[in-house]
């Protein structure tokens, strides 16, 4: 087994051993995509939706501040670099691999994987029967962002 196949093993194991943990099957049911409204009140719901929101969007944009910092940082100490003779960059061949990627990514992304397809059918299932709570969520990751 490939440590990729152990990897989304592990995963898998840890998702089914979350789901059997009792608020887990309190908030989100037996089915993973049971609808919160018959658990909790709406106020609840938004209030969940909206904390959790407000952390994924505040670390979302944290990181991803972080992350543009060290990719942009990069490729200035890589200019630097080459300006002052330290390394000798062949950007011809930097072009040819990045349009030589270009072409692979367009070939590979006419339509999508059957896991994807399956994921995103089940994450509509979970929005349309939690709106109340994914709209808190999505509220708050709005404000997590801004803030």
């Not at 840890?14 to 009792?22: D, G, I, M, T, Y």
């Not at 407000?54 to 992350?67: I, S």
């Not at 040819?96 to 270009?102: E, P, S």
Request: aromatic share 10%; charged share 25%.
């Amino acid at each position: 087994m490939s440590e990729k196949d152990t990897e989304t093993f592990d995963v898998l194991e840890l998702a089914e051993h979350v789901k059997k943990q009792r608020w887990w099957n309190k908030m989100f049911g037996k089915n993973t995509s049971g609808p919160a409204a018959e658990k909790y009140s709406v106020a609840t719901q938004l209030a969940i939706g909206g904390v959790s929101g407000w952390c994924a969007g505040y670390l979302f944009q944290k990181v991803g501040k972080l992350a543009a910092s060290a990719v942009g940082g990069g490729f200035f100490l890589l200019q630097i670099a080459h300006h002052t003779g330290y390394i000798k960059v062949d950007w011809k061949r930097v072009e040819q691999d990045v349009n030589k990627a270009k072409k692979q990514l367009k070939m590979n992304s006419d339509k999508p994987p059957k896991e994807v397809r399956t994921k995103f059918n089940e994450v509509q299932v979970f929005v349309k029967k939690n709106i109340v709570l994914t709209g808190g969520f999505a509220g708050g990751f709005l404000l997590g962002l801004a803030s």
